[in-house]
């Protein structure tokens, strides 16, 4: 008798499928707390709390005052694909809530120890019910204030290959910090609190308007430097605030899109809002902007992705039209007072460009020059040093290379890029590129001395960060101080620096501080102390180098080649980007069909 065939497929158990989901749903605590946050709005909350430990890995409890669950929706509400938000497959095309796909709360619970604790305001006894790792589920009566509390402890405890992707708890706790702020952002009608280990990081009562919630996050310097966004009735209301040109930052931060509520990214927004600025940022400078967008849910999906961070519009193109006339017509109107949401937006931008400043404050008028600056080696030296032409970096550390090297500056292209001959070969080289690598190699060589010059700030800088930059920041701050770059704690989001490397000469500083958090944010890398210094010294060159645009000596020209080839004519910057073309005089002779002398 032949043996039995099993078949190859099998229908995978519940728990096994649960925690499938959860991969979707669940990518680390933000997540989670994304989720439940969003669960606490579709309850119609007046206040919500969340509560962490150890950047969400041992705790995350969210506690709201909403409308509680009766003991049986508690029930089904941990259930897959139980939802209150769902009738009919029709209701997937206009949905109004936040939160509807019904796996968040099974999910989570399938990989982490779960509490649910719920009271409807006319019941007299609530719901407790938890878990260890969606199985086991117990239930019983609580008796607490009306409201929904889940309680989530030991996230991953069940899955340990998740939990050995979370990053540090600074990294962790600043994600979850930037879902608060981002939730709160949107619904200024919410208080909302975050704790950590028992101490308020944020704290944001509720308020009348989305502008009063933008001063509780952003401050003052926030709403004098933006300009307010309008677009008329019709497909879609847009509202929010978009950066002055002249303020405009090399930082991408805030970049913020709503959709009905939702925190997304969307490039047809995105494109739209940088066409609108197009001939009037400065170059390597970017739009910052929090735009809120409100349409008819028939016109959008949002069930494209796992954790609804992207939608898809039904006329994309409508939106993008309208965005951009919206930010057009702040430039091209006779005054920069805000646009009126009853007034017409015409095409016509046939008078001349405006662009409106935002009213100075004591704060952005306020320099601090350094007219005498203050070298001191992180090894205690000191030692005579001179500044370069235009780099503003002590020349003498470079001075042991002893190349041969013949430079003859032919000149300057659209101020961007420099003819030059350089021993034999003819040079054609992009400027901001090639200082760019040369302050790199300079920072890095001096790194692996141990020997990084400071210039002291005779004024230090303040400098004020959002919450989530504050959490992140803290954890770079001994990396920081290895590169050059002193900065110290001044207040529960406010910092200082004091100190930056001497060879980066002339920066924004606080432009600095923000693009090396902006790229930090985003770090995937736990190798070495090297691995982790070496994009901090490539922001810190691309701040520091010369910009395209900028007219350039002879000398200068002189001097930037003539350091580019000691550095080995490196042909790419840090980043990647090209630095120079090369023409041997081989290559010139068969171009112009010429024999080889």
């Not at 890029?417 to 590129?433: K, R």
């Not at 207040?491 to 001497?502: C, D, K, L, Q, W």
């Given at each position: 008798m032949s043996p039995l065939v099993t078949g190859k497929i099998q229908v995978l158990p519940d728990d096994v499928s649960c925690r499938i989901a959860a991969g979707e749903v669940v990518e680390r605590p933000a997540s989670v707390v994304k989720e439940l946050i969003d669960n606490s709005l579709d309850a119609a909350s007046s206040l919500i709390t969340i509560e962490v430990e150890e950047g969400g890995r041992r705790l995350i409890r969210v506690t709201d005052n909403g409308a509680g669950m009766n003991r049986d929706d508690a029930q089904l509400a941990c259930q897959r694909f139980a939802t209150s938000k769902l009738q009919t497959e029709n209701d997937l095309f206009s949905l109004s809530t936040l939160g509807f796909r019904g796996e968040a709360l099974p999910s989570i619970a399938s990989v982490a120890r779960f509490r649910l604790k719920t009271l409807p305001s006319e019941s007299p006894v609530g719901t407790d019910t938890f878990s260890e790792g969606g199985t086991a589920w117990g239930i019983q009566d609580y008796a607490g204030a009306p409201g929904t509390q889940v309680e989530i402890r030991d996230l991953f405890f069940n899955t340990p290959g998740r939990l050995k992707f979370l990053k540090t708890v600074s990294t962790e706790f600043s994600k979850i910090s930037y879902t608060v702020q981002q939730a709160a952002t949107v619904n200024p009608q919410i208080h909302f609190r975050l704790l950590h280990h028992n101490h308020k990081v944020l704290d944001y009562p509720a308020v009348s308007t989305f502008q009063d919630r933008l001063f509780q996050i952003y401050g003052a310097t926030f709403l004098d430097h933006f300009l307010p966004l309008t677009h008329p009735p019709g497909p879609f209301e847009l509202s929010g605030f978009t950066v002055s040109p002249h303020h405009a930052k090399t930082s991408r931060t805030p970049q913020e899109i709503f959709v009905n509520g939702r925190p997304i990214k969307n490039t047809t927004i995105a494109h739209a809002i940088y066409e609108g600025y197009k001939s009037f940022l400065p170059k390597g400078k970017h739009p910052q902007f929090i735009i809120c967008i409100q349409l008819e849910p028939q016109l959008l999906?949002?069930?494209?992705?796992?954790?609804?961070?992207?939608?898809?519009?039904?006329?994309?193109?409508?939106?993008?039209?309208?965005?951009?006339?919206?930010?057009?017509?702040?430039?091209?109107?006779?005054?920069?007072?805000?646009?009126n949401s009853q007034e017409a937006v015409h095409e016509d931008f046939s008078t001349p460009p405006h662009i409106p400043t935002a009213k100075p404050t004591a704060q952005s008028l306020a320099v601090a020059p350094v007219s005498a600056p203050q070298f001191s080696s992180k090894l205690g030296g000191s030692k005579a040093k001179h500044l370069s032409l235009f780099a503003q970096e002590p020349a003498s550390i470079y001075s042991a290379k002893s190349k041969e090297i013949h430079v003859i500056p032919l000149g300057q292209i659209h101020q961007t890029?420099?003819?030059?001959?350089?021993?034999?070969?003819?040079?054609?080289?992009?400027?901001?590129?090639?200082h760019e690598r040369v302050l790199f190699?300079?920072?890095?060589?001096?790194?692996?001395?141990?020997?990084?010059?400071?210039?002291?700030?005779?004024?230090?800088?303040?400098?004020?960060?959002?919450?989530?930059?504050?959490?992140?920041?803290?954890?770079?701050?001994?990396?920081?101080?290895?590169?050059?770059?002193?900065?110290?704690?001044?207040?529960?989001?406010?910092?200082?620096?004091?100190?930056?490397?001497?060879?980066?000469?002339?920066?924004?500083?606080?432009?600095?501080?923000?693009?090396?958090?902006?790229?930090?944010?985003?770090?995937?890398?736990?190798?070495?102390l090297e691995t982790l210094i070496r994009p901090i010294l490539a922001s810190m060159a691309c701040q520091s180098a010369v910009q395209a645009g900028r007219t350039m000596t002879l000398p200068e020209i002189s001097t930037l080649l003539h350091d580019w080839a000691q550095e080995n004519y490196p042909m790419t910057c840090p980043h990647g980007r090209r630095v120079a073309i090369r023409h041997s005089v081989e290559e010139l002779n068969t171009l112009f069909d010429r024999a080889s002398k």
């Open positions: 999906d949002i069930n494209v992705h796992p954790t609804k961070r992207e939608i898809r519009f039904s006329h994309p193109e409508v939106l993008h039209s309208g965005i951009l006339r919206a930010i057009k017509q702040i430039f091209f109107s006779g005054s920069s007072f805000p646009i890029y420099l003819v030059g001959h350089i021993n034999q070969d003819l040079y054609i080289i992009d400027q901001h590129t090639a190699e300079r920072l890095l060589q001096t790194w692996n001395q141990k020997d990084i010059l400071q210039q002291r700030l005779l004024i230090p800088e303040p400098i004020e960060l959002l919450p989530n930059q504050g959490a992140l920041i803290e954890e770079w701050l001994p990396v920081f101080s290895q590169t050059g770059l002193d900065i110290e704690r001044f207040g529960p989001t406010s910092y200082v620096v004091r100190a930056i490397p001497a060879i980066l000469g002339s920066i924004t500083i606080s432009s600095l501080v923000l693009e090396l958090l902006e790229e930090l944010s985003e770090w995937k890398s736990t190798d070495s």
